[in-house]
């Protein structure tokens, strides 16, 4: 087996919610923050205030999405944390002359496990948005089903797993590791990453590290 493990720890969401819809994005980068430096913790209210954008009217507005990450990122980088700051995906390339994959879509969970276990390994941790419920692509009644949280991936390893009726068959298999700040999710938790990626919708990272090399880090 090859492992790696960070050990983020896992920040849950306030009860009650201080967003009606759950705090998830705030916690995931509290979490990572908190990771990454373990020698000035972030409250978690700065970090959520950091996703406040100004709306039209003037007044502020919660925008807890994707590319506000970005701008909550680069604020808290400008109140000392010299956080530095990757985004990655891995496409689906498949070798046409073997595979039609007219069937269905296939993901391609061989490369964006190895791809997420050598960030891990440089010193990054991911952040990546997911269905929670792991409810797959589409609903019951045919419409798309959504992302509807944020989580960290601090954790992936690949093992041989023995075929459960061919007798000395296997194959390699990868786990991801997620640490989730849900009360309806499992917490901290391995999961098949073909499952990660299928059922929860995972593909784009947002990937952190601590900047050892900037002017601003050595500030």
């Known amino acids: 087996m090859s492992e790696?493990?960070?050990?983020v720890r896992r920040f849950p969401q306030p009860i009650p919610h201080k967003n009606a819809g759950g705090d998830c994005f705030a916690c995931a980068l509290t979490a990572a923050v908190n990771f990454l430096f373990p020698e000035k913790p972030v409250a978690f209210d700065d970090v959520w205030n950091c996703f406040l954008v100004q709306a039209s009217d003037g007044k502020p507005l919660l925008s807890n999405c994707w590319p506000t990450m970005y701008r909550a990122i680069c604020e808290l980088r400008s109140r000392g944390y010299a956080i530095e700051h990757r985004r990655d995906i891995v496409l689906p390339v498949f070798d046409v002359d073997t595979w039609s994959h007219s069937w269905w879509h296939a993901e391609p969970t061989h490369e964006w496990a190895c791809r997420l276990e050598a960030w891990l390994s440089a010193g990054w941790v991911a952040l990546a948005e997911m269905n929670l419920d792991g409810?797959?692509?589409?609903?019951?009644?045919?419409?798309m089903n959504a992302i509807d949280h944020f989580a960290v991936l601090d954790g992936q390893r690949h093992y041989w797993k023995k075929h459960p009726t061919v007798e000395g068959a296997a194959s390699l298999s990868h786990e991801t590791h997620v640490v989730c700040s849900s009360t309806r999710g499992n917490g901290s938790y391995w999961i098949d990453t073909q499952q990660l990626l299928r059922k929860h919708g995972v593909a784009g990272l947002y990937l952190l590290r601590r900047d050892t090399i900037s002017r601003e880090s050595k500030a």
């Open 135 to 143: 409810k797959g692509l589409f609903n019951p009644d045919g419409t």
């Open 4 to 7: 790696i493990l960070l050990g």
